[in-house]
């Protein structure tokens, strides 16, 4: 079965700073993707970064990276220069691929705060 | 563009009351999910489907019903409503292929 853990339920974090939020997952499938999303007050789920198990590269969008290591099973999301309006809930999340399966797992979540 | 649109936004139940959540997109997705959230969890699957006509369960179905006649709506429906489904209910779709959700904004459920 598959799972993610997030273990650290909350970050603070001064602005400007970088910021790693940690992901590890298990699963036995060979191919699976890795995401991100963020929560924030307001409630809405945005989609941040994708990584799938046989990219070779690190993902990368704006600000966003996934520091992904296949061997150790994590796959750490990594905000550059963090602002405040990067205060929100952070889920990763593990889908293994294949034709109908359309379960997302999600992990518990990291609240992080950016401090002025 | 309107994305993955659910209504309503917010809903109080009493116990043993039926409703449906409606969720729509217009993005022509062929894959759309329903999950819930609770406090202290991520968000779990309780239905999908993969395309007009088919469903299929998630980790936590029971209680909930799916139906899927077009692409663009995927109603989830509450049968007999429990103070156990008070959560908030986020509605999703996707494309085929290696692609992340687009979420809809959710819909907060208090059973009482």
């Known amino acids: 079965a598959q799972k993610i853990t997030q273990t650290q339920p909350g970050m603070f974090v001064q602005e400007k700073e970088a910021v790693t939020l940690d992901c590890t997952y298990d699963t036995s499938d060979q191919s699976y993707g890795l995401f991100w999303y963020k929560q924030p007050s307001s409630g809405e789920m945005i989609f941040l970064i994708y990584q799938g198990s046989y990219d070779e590269q690190n993902a990368t969008e704006g600000r966003y990276s996934l520091n992904f290591q296949k061997a150790r099973k994590s796959a750490n999301l990594v905000i550059s220069a963090s602002q405040l309006g990067d205060s929100a809930m952070y889920f990763c999340?593990?889908?293994?691929?294949?034709?109908?399966?359309?379960?997302?797992?999600f992990g518990t979540g990291t609240r992080l705060t950016i401090i002025p | 563009n309107a994305g993955v649109t659910q209504t309503p936004k917010f809903q109080v139940l009493k116990t043993g009351q039926s409703m449906t959540l409606q969720c729509a997109q217009d993005?022509?997705?062929?894959?759309m999910s329903w999950y819930r959230q609770d406090p202290g969890m991520g968000l779990r699957l309780i239905h999908y489907s993969v395309g007009a006509g088919i469903t299929d369960q998630g980790e936590v179905p029971n209680g909930y019903n799916v139906s899927r006649s077009t692409t663009e709506d995927f109603p989830l429906r509450l049968l007999s409503a429990a103070p156990s489904q008070t959560s908030v209910y986020f509605c999703?779709?996707?494309?085929?292929?290696?692609?992340?959700?687009?979420f809809g904004s959710g819909t907060r459920l208090t059973v009482v």
């Open positions: 999703a779709s996707r494309l085929i292929g290696p692609y992340g959700y687009t």
């Open positions: 993005m022509n997705h062929e894959y």
């Open positions: 999340a593990m889908r293994e691929q294949g034709f109908g399966n359309e379960k997302l797992t």
